[in-house]
Each structure stands twice: as C-alpha cells, then as structure tokens.
C-alpha cells in the first residue's frame, strides 16, 4: 500500500486483534485509530459476527479516506458489515487491508482490498 496512493485520516480497527496492526499503520500515516466493536455468535465452532458498532462519531470520517484493518478473515462476514456500515457515511472513501486469511476453502463475503498472509492448506483451529 504506498501513502502517496491512499492518505488516510483516520484508521480503523475491528475488535479483538486489529488494534496491533492498526497502532503500526496509524504510527506510519500519523492518524488516530477509531474502534469498532462486534458482537459474536459463539455457539458454533467457529464464532460469527452478528453485529458491528462503530464506537465513534461517524461525522467524524465524513468525507475522509478510512483504511479499516482486521486481524484474520474466515469468511469475510465481519469485515463485509463493517464496510457496509461505514460506507453509509457520505464522502467516505474505504480501503481494507487484513493482515492474515487461515484458509483458500471458505465461504466468502468479500476480499480485502489488501491482505498481509494467507495460508495454502486448510488450518485446523487451535480452540474449539
């Protein structure tokens, strides 16, 4: 991702491992970090998003350049409706960068605009 591309104004992180990655891009485009939580669905092996909240004002990223990180994606779900919910706000201009993909055999809400890893095999989750 060059900078002289995309110049973000703020970045932001989707709960629980984001908030890492997110802190180096924030430290190298100098912008805050905004926080969206979500809330999951535990009963199955793997949890799913049910629901995201943006925890800021979202007249904040009116008209701005966002560049949304997660930490993992399995099956996109989770960054898709975080997407989805900060593209209601007028002007903004998104780009998602994910910092690792376990699997190529997921079902599959979307791609990031930018992804670090990816494995090639079917990875076997540590908890369930």
Known sequence: MKSAEFSPSYIVAIQYGAFVPSAEFAKKFRVPVLHVEVDLDTTDVVPVCERVKLKFDIELIANRQILVVDNTITTGKTLRMTLDEI??????????????????????????????????????????
């Open 87 to 128: 593209g209601k706000v007028d002007g903004v201009k998104l780009i998602s960068c994910v910092v690792y993909r376990p699997s190529l055999n997921s079902p599959n809400y979307g791609s990031p605009d930018h992804l670090l890893f990816q494995s090639r095999r079917r990875v076997t989750p540590l908890l369930r």
